[in-house]
């Protein structure tokens, strides 16, 4: 069973900093895409960002400029960096991965989510 773990959520003011980790685990299992949605206080949840196994990125458009998707295939794990953060970019980020899970059978797996409160 794949496991998602992120970090590296928390409170920070306006034009702020953060960076985002999200580590798979769970034995040996195949990647495929993975990338971060947020839900916002009564919001519907919505993609921020992905990125494909070869890296293609695609960001929703009001982060596009500030956030930055990456990821590191041999430690399967995922990150976003977020810059110049605003108070709406308040919510709380969830992990998503494409995952074999190693057997036959691809699905998404999802993290328990992370805070993320832009505030002064």
């Known amino acids: 069973q794949v496991q998602l773990v992120e970090s590296g959520g928390g409170l920070v003011q306006p034009g702020g900093s953060l960076r985002l980790s999200c580590a798979a685990s769970?034995?040996?299992?195949?990647?495929?895409?993975m990338g971060w949605y947020r839900q916002g206080p009564g919001k519907q949840r919505e993609l921020v960002a992905g990125?494909?196994?070869?890296?293609?990125?695609n960001y929703v458009d009001s982060v596009k400029g500030r956030f930055t998707i990456s990821r590191d295939n041999a430690k399967k794990t995922v990150y976003l960096q977020m810059n110049t953060l605003k108070p709406e970019d308040t919510a709380v980020y969830y992990c998503?991965?494409?995952?074999?899970?190693?057997?036959?059978?691809?699905?998404?797996?999802w993290g328990q989510g992370t805070q993320v409160t832009v505030s002064s």
């Open positions: 990125i494909t196994h070869e890296g293609s990125t």
């Open positions: 998503f991965a494409e995952s074999d899970g190693g057997g036959p059978v691809w699905r998404e797996y």
């Open positions: 769970g034995g040996i299992f195949s990647l495929n895409a």
